[in-house]
């Protein structure tokens, strides 16, 4: 069974728990605080697998996550990380948060693996809270929570060129012909179910992905049919390849074909729907009215608009090396970078800190801000990055931590303290 879409719900692993011990052995007074750290919980991660070519595997089993750290023990002895749970998914998958419909990742072009959920930090033992003033620190921290997330994942097929058009105008027949791939072809009334993809190899000039995607209906830009199940994958092409039959063996007009399936294009994303067209009009070999000339007609109607009509033959292959070579020449005239869905949807942006509490205190000849509304934005946050900093500077002010320190007569220089972390204060 071909999946092309699933929703599974991911968690990253939860932070282990500082420990709060103290030393106490023989002939060792006043050993002082031991508790260890607790290991870091496991980042959730997608990563490509180029063997695999549906979501099939996240149609029945929809719960996954990462392994917990585990607790810091004595002695100063460091909790155990929590593995990271790698999910692969096929080249083109799209990670979109099942709320917002935002896009979270698209695992295509250079984007191989990425962290969609980091793991909660491990919380500090005491060992890290002794100071002058307080040589018995009766408090570890605790690892910071999960972060847990449903999603939907997303097979957009990546292809050059999408062969679209109507059920049984040929399609599959044109891609058995150029390609290597291997399509059911017969004379059905109904559409190809799964989309197809073969390379074409061209003598003398570039070649490229070809991918005959299932057929359309009219209305299925509102779902009608397979609706959204063929738009989905057309989104990623370059230029289209509009099949038409040009015979009209289905009792149907190919002029009218045309305007049918681009009303729905349009309908369903105008962007998509202005990219370049090229008309293969088909089945001429099946023409016997020499009064009526469809191909003509065809030209007549789409040249004067920049669509260019090759009459061609899927049977008995007449006038395919001219469509090919003609899409090759047009690929190089367009952008070659690969169509990639940025990202919308950012997991740590989504952190809430406004109802948590926190403190700001001098101890020791530095301002120590301590509390949940801390801890929390320190596990989610990589102040070794630069978006990561740029968040803690934004946080800060936004919070309203800064300002409290200025009230509390913050100088130039002075050194702030947030559990693990220090740093001097500079306007």
Same mark, same amino acid.
């Given at each position: 069974?071909?999946?092309?879409?699933?929703k599974?719900?991911?968690?990253?692993?939860?932070?282990?728990?500082?420990?709060c011990?103290?030393r106490?052995?023989?002939?060792?007074?006043? %050993? !002082?605080?031991?508790g260890g750290? &607790?290991?870091? #919980?496991?980042d @959730?991660i997608?990563e490509?697998? $180029? *063997?695999l070519?549906?979501?099939?595997?996240y149609r029945h089993?929809r719960k996954?996550?990462?392994?917990d750290?585990?607790? %810091? !023990?004595?002695?100063?002895?460091? &909790?155990?990380? #929590?593995?990271? @749970?790698?999910?692969?998914v096929p $080249? *083109?998958?799209?990670?979109?948060?099942?709320?917002?419909?935002?896009?979270?990742?698209?695992m295509s072009?250079?984007?191989?693996?990425?962290?969609?959920?980091?793991? &909660?930090r491990g #919380?500090?033992?005491n060992q890290?809270?002794?100071?002058s003033?307080?040589?018995?620190?009766?408090?570890?921290?605790?690892?910071?929570?999960?972060?847990?997330l449903e999603?939907n994942?997303e097979?957009?097929v990546?292809a050059?060129?999408?062969?679209?058009?109507?059920?049984?105008?040929?399609k599959s027949t044109?891609?058995?012909?150029?390609?290597?791939?291997?399509?059911k072809?017969?004379?059905?009334h109904?559409?190809?179910?799964?989309?197809?993809?073969?390379?074409?190899?061209?003598?003398?000039?570039?070649?490229?992905?070809?991918?005959?995607i299932?057929g359309?209906?009219?209305?299925?830009?509102?779902?009608v049919?397979l609706?959204?199940e063929?738009?989905r994958h057309?989104e990623?092409?370059k230029?289209?390849?509009h099949v038409?039959?040009?015979a009209?063996?289905e009792g149907?007009?190919?002029?009218?074909?045309?305007h049918?399936?681009n009303?729905?294009?349009?309908a369903?994303n105008p962007e998509?729907?202005e990219r370049?067209?090229?008309i293969?009009?088909?089945k001429?070999?099946?023409?016997y009215d020499?009064?009526?000339?469809?191909?003509q007609r065809?030209?007549?109607?789409?040249?004067?608009k920049?669509?260019k009509?090759f009459p061609?033959?899927?049977?008995t292959?007449?006038?395919?090396?001219?469509?090919?070579?003609?899409?090759?020449n047009?690929?190089?005239?367009?952008?070659?970078k690969?169509?990639?869905?940025?990202?919308?949807?950012?997991?740590?942006?989504?952190?809430?800190y406004?109802?948590l509490?926190y403190?700001?205190?001098?101890a020791?000849?530095?301002y120590?801000?301590?509390?949940?509304?801390?801890?929390k934005?320190?596990?989610?946050?990589?102040?070794?990055?630069e978006?990561?900093?740029?968040?803690?500077?934004?946080?800060?002010?936004?919070?309203?931590?800064?300002?409290?320190?200025?009230?509390?007569g913050?100088?130039e220089g002075d050194?702030?303290r947030?559990?693990?972390l220090?740093?001097?204060?500079?306007k």
């Amino acid at each position: 069974m071909f999946a092309d879409r699933a929703k599974i719900l991911i968690r990253s692993g939860k932070g282990g728990d500082g420990h709060c011990s103290f030393r106490r052995e023989l002939y060792v007074p006043n %050993g !002082g605080p031991d508790g260890g750290d &607790g290991g870091h #919980g496991g980042d @959730l991660i997608f990563e490509v697998d $180029e *063997g695999l070519n549906t979501l099939v595997d996240y149609r029945h089993k929809r719960k996954f996550a990462a392994e917990d750290g585990e607790q %810091g !023990g004595k002695r100063r002895c460091h &909790g155990k990380d #929590g593995k990271d @749970l790698v999910l692969r998914v096929p $080249e *083109g998958t799209v990670i979109k948060e099942s709320v917002t419909g935002k896009v979270i990742a698209d695992m295509s072009g250079e984007n191989r693996r990425q962290v969609v959920l980091k793991g &909660g930090r491990g #919380g500090l033992g005491n060992q890290h809270f002794a100071t002058s003033t307080m040589q018995v620190p009766k408090y570890a921290q605790p690892g910071q929570p999960a972060r847990e997330l449903e999603v939907n994942l997303e097979l957009k097929v990546i292809a050059d060129v999408g062969l679209i058009g109507f059920p049984n105008v040929g399609k599959s027949t044109l891609l058995s012909r150029v390609t290597n791939a291997e399509p059911k072809i017969a004379n059905y009334h109904f559409t190809t179910l799964n989309p197809n993809l073969g390379v074409v190899d061209l003598d003398g000039a570039k070649g490229f992905v070809m991918a005959d995607i299932p057929g359309l209906i009219e209305g299925a830009s509102e779902g009608v049919g397979l609706g959204h199940e063929f738009l989905r994958h057309i989104e990623r092409t370059k230029l289209m390849i509009h099949v038409v039959d040009a015979a009209g063996t289905e009792g149907r007009d190919p002029v009218d074909d045309i305007h049918k399936i681009n009303a729905e294009l349009a309908a369903y994303n105008p962007e998509i729907a202005e990219r370049p067209q090229v008309i293969a009009a088909n089945k001429t070999d099946l023409i016997y009215d020499p009064e009526d000339d469809p191909v003509q007609r065809l030209k007549d109607e789409f040249e004067p608009k920049g669509i260019k009509v090759f009459p061609i033959s899927g049977a008995t292959g007449k006038g395919i090396s001219d469509l090919l070579y003609y899409v090759s020449n047009e690929l190089q005239k367009l952008d070659q970078k690969p169509v990639v869905f940025e990202q919308e949807y950012f997991p740590d942006d989504e952190l809430i800190y406004e109802d948590l509490p926190y403190t700001v205190e001098q101890a020791d000849g530095m301002y120590v801000v301590e509390g949940p509304k801390i801890e929390k934005m320190l596990g989610y946050t990589n102040l070794d990055s630069e978006k990561g900093f740029a968040f803690f500077q934004k946080f800060l002010k936004d919070s309203g931590i800064l300002a409290d320190l200025e009230r509390a007569g913050i100088q130039e220089g002075d050194t702030v303290r947030m559990y693990g972390l220090q740093f001097d204060y500079y306007k």
